[in-house]
């Protein structure tokens, strides 16, 4: 669900001074403003999240081998002294 940001307020003397188109362009420019720097920060944030997790995986990947070897080692090891 998207949710639009918006300003609240604008000074009264401001949106004299501005005129109503004047104000009007001021708080879209704001808006797009906020909206385009939401956008890089979830795109930053995105990335950063897909690398820790592409360095987590190749992490735990590593760790599955080592405990696969391990158990190899051990039921072969118990196979030959029980025989």
């Known amino acids: ?13 401001l ?9 009007r362009d001021l708080v879209e420019l704001v808006n797009a403003s906020l909206a385009s720097a939401k956008e890089v920060w979830n795109e930053t944030a995105v990335e950063r999240l897909e ?7 190749a992490e735990l ?3 599955m081998f080592v405990f696969w070897v391990g158990q190899v080692g051990i039921t072969v090891a118990l196979l030959t002294l029980r025989h």
């Open 51 to 57: 690398r820790r997790l592409a360095e987590t995986k």
């Open 1 to 13: 669900m998207a949710r639009t940001v918006g300003v609240l307020l604008l000074p009264e003397t």
């Open 15 to 23: 949106r004299q001074r501005l005129g109503e188109d004047g104000a």
């Open 61 to 63: 990947i590593r760790w």
